[in-house]
């Protein structure tokens, strides 16, 4: 049988110092990497280089409030601890519940959601729409960077040979909006991986019809999430009318490159924008605004074969 070498660091200080020494693979929940590198039935899967598991370091696992009320969440925490902390902005929390199925949810983290650097990847959407930042850890001290910024390219992230995320800092959350919307187009309700989710948020002026703030992020719509704060800025400092909506919808449509069913995609892509701000502009009294069952299928049926592009 096939050795694999292994690290188990107690403490992130002890996984840092490995970490700026050797040449490790950082493994949490596994669910990416135990995939990547699986063999036949019954043989363990072979890594190129050692692995060191950070699963359980205390120091990845808080979620709290720092003294700016910004959330900050450890790397190390799983999609159903964040889905059930209310620390955690909703957006987040409708992200991470409905990643996977529940299995998964138990052993998927943030970080390795960051790290992998999927352009299908659940928690980047609502972290771009938050201008949540990552702070990366070794022993030469740590840095911040935008999650967009951290977030290269497809498969390609901002960290260096020595560097682990430590954490996620999320400095919005829904008590900034009047109206926020979050809606992930799958094939099934768990275990679907996204076909387009789009995160969305509004804020009004004091006179309750300028838009002062408007966000939206869409993922699985090009190489990596889309957020545009020029395609934003459409609205902001404006009133919501069948105009403005459209700029918006127009503005969006030319920044997404969606590969596989490019039409579907942008179609439904337009119907929530047009849904959220048409919505958004009636006032109703609940802040989450939702689509109603299905009415995005409508219309622009998947296409058989091309479900996973
Ligand atoms: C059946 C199944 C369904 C899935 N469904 C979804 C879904 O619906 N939505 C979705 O977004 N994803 C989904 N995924 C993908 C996967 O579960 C997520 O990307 C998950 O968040 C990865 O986290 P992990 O802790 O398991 O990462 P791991 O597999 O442990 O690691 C993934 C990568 O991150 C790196 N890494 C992990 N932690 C750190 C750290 N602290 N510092 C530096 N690097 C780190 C690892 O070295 C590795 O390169 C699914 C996967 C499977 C197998």
Known sequence: MEEVKCYLPKTLKEALEIKAKVDVLPLAGGSDLMVSHKRTLGLTPV??????????????????LNEKGECCIGAGCTSAEIAENTLCPWHLRQAAS????????????????????????DTPGPLYLLDARVRLSSVRGDREVLVSDFIVKYRTIDLLPDELITQIIVPLSEDDFDYIFWHKVGTRKANAISKITLSQAIRFAPDGKTVEDFRLSATSTGSKTNRSRDVEKLLIGREITDETIESVVEGFDRIISPRAMPEFRREATRRMI????????????????????????????????????
């Open 274 to 309: 047009r849904r959220f701000l048409s919505e958004a502009a009636k006032k109703p009294s609940s802040k989450v605004i939702d689509t109603y069952d299905g009415y995005h299928m409508t219309g622009a049926p998947v296409p058989r074969g091309e479900e996973n592009g």
């Open 47 to 64: 890594f190129e280089k050692p692995v060191m598991i950070i699963r359980n370091l205390p120091e990845l696992k808080r979620i709290y």
């Open 98 to 121: 409905r990643m996977g199925a529940i299995g998964l949810r138990n052993s998927a983290t943030i970080a390795g959601n960051l790290a992998n650097a999927s352009p299908k990847g």
